[in-house]
């Protein structure tokens, strides 16, 4: 079966799903494959449940006109999403870059969200899965898309944006992350620089950029930029949109104005002044798509953060402010910095080990330490093996996971902490707020 025969297909039934535990009526099972399991076997199962067709790889399973066998179930995927992303021609921002990529696509969506028809990648499906499932989802009635790409490879943003093909996209910033998978940072620059390759041949395309980001000016030459930052930096006065950090203890507060000169003030519910860059960004977005200024305020200010993700929360013992959902040394030492200057009686950091460094493991945590041991916070927890390796630490106490640290606070709860929760998502450190 051909792409443009599946999907004339996918246009009669156009609900898909790759869980043959959720099946909606007249939907398109694909039968994908992981480390651990083969779709294959549960197309049978999938069709009983009510799905109208199959889509296999191993023609073995096959029994009956509703199975279509094709030669790669992910490839016929992501080849079906991009064909029907071709089809509907809509306008498309990719979103990609170390830190911050959620937030930002999901600010981003929201200021669009003031004047268009917005669909927008949900959670964290950015990856050769996530982003397929998420194009097969615009309808004509959407006026734009934004879209979020990830890595943790060389090479999966070209696979990604190749599905994509965006009009416009923005790099948040690059930092150490995945180093295991990259190899070096350099490696991270040139992955998250695949957006910029693929947007520098095609005619039309922007490039919304954080002027102040020197590793990202460095790849940017060729394109057709659009600039944000601080109103402090040099080269402000050619930014779309500048700002400044108004307050930050404990939520962001800035002022931003458009290149005209008109200045706005946004209180937001963002914790770290590292988000500055996160609004800003946005803010630019929604000028750059004629969104009116006060509108743009309004979405920002609106917008709350989930999925322990720089998450402010009251308990009846602490305040807590959750960064579980992942960590690397970039992302890490910016929360510990904001967190310094934070104003608190008492102040606590949980620090949960990074993954996926490889060999810059040891030396990326013992930095981590190196500062912790000029803050003098009230008290310091480290979870994890890596952390455990760390012989610099002058004031901590060591977990070796997060359920001998859960039995500890359960026998001695703190209270009237301020607490930092910052780790990757593997070491569970979202467990600790119902003990908090």
């Not at 510990?336 to 990326?364: H, P, Q």
Request: net charge negative.
């Amino acid at each position: 079966m051909t792409i443009e025969e599946l999907y004339s297909l996918f246009q009669q039934h156009p609900v898909i799903t790759t869980d043959s535990r959720d099946c909606p009526a007249d939907s398109l099972f694909f039968a994908l494959k992981g480390d651990s399991f083969d779709g294959n076997k549960f197309a049978k199962a999938a069709l009983e449940k009510g799905c109208a067709y199959a889509i296999i790889d191993e023609p073995e399973y096959a029994d009956g006109e509703k199975y279509i066998v094709v030669d790669n179930v992910l490839k016929t995927l992501q080849e079906l999403a991009r064909h029907h992303r071709r089809t509907l021609g809509t306008k498309i921002i990719c979103v990609t870059g170390t830190n911050g990529k959620t937030t930002t696509k999901e600010l981003i969506a929201a200021v669009l969200k003031e004047k268009y028809d917005v669909l927008y990648t949900q959670g964290n499906f950015n990856n050769e899965i996530g982003v397929p499932k998420t194009l097969l989802q615009l309808e004509r009635r959407h006026d734009i898309a934004v879209v979020e790409a990830g890595a943790s490879h060389p090479g999966d943003i070209k696979i990604l944006v190749d599905i994509i093909e965006p009009d416009y996209g923005i790099i948040t910033n690059v930092g150490k992350a995945h180093l295991l998978g990259f190899g070096s940072f350099e490696g991270v620059v040139r992955t998250k620089g695949e957006l910029y390759d693929y947007l520098r041949p095609k005619a039309g395309t922007k490039v919304f950029i954080n002027g102040n980001d020197q590793h990202l000016k460095g790849i940017s030459a060729g394109l057709g930029l659009v600039e944000y930052g601080l109103g402090t930096d040099p080269d402000s006065k050619e930014y779309l949109v500048s700002g400044i950090i108004s307050s930050c203890d404990p939520t962001l507060n800035f002022e931003w104005k458009e290149r005209s000169g008109s200045v706005y003030m946004v209180s937001t519910h963002l914790i770290g002044a590292y988000n500055i860059y996160n609004v800003l960004a946005a803010a630019c977005i929604g000028t750059f798509f004629d969104v009116r200024p006060e509108e743009i305020c309004h979405a920002i200010a609106a917008y709350t953060p989930t999925n322990n993700r720089s998450e402010l929360k009251d308990t009846e013992h602490n305040q807590l402010i959750i960064d579980a959902y992942n960590a690397n040394p970039t992302s890490m030492m910016a929360a510990l910095k904001n967190f310094n200057t934070m104003k608190a009686a008492k102040k606590m950091v949980i620090l949960g080990d990074m993954r996926e460094l490889g060999d810059s493991s040891l030396e990326e945590h013992r930095k981590i330490v190196e500062y912790l041991n000029s803050c003098h916070f009230d008290q310091t927890i480290l979870v994890g093996e890596e952390f455990a390796k760390c012989d610099n630490a002058t004031n901590a106490a060591f977990y070796k996971d997060v359920e001998e640290l859960k039995k500890a606070l359960q026998e001695n709860q703190p209270e009237g902490y301020q607490i930092l929760i910052k780790g990757s998502n593997g070491i569970k450190l979202f467990q600790l707020p119902e003990v908090l």
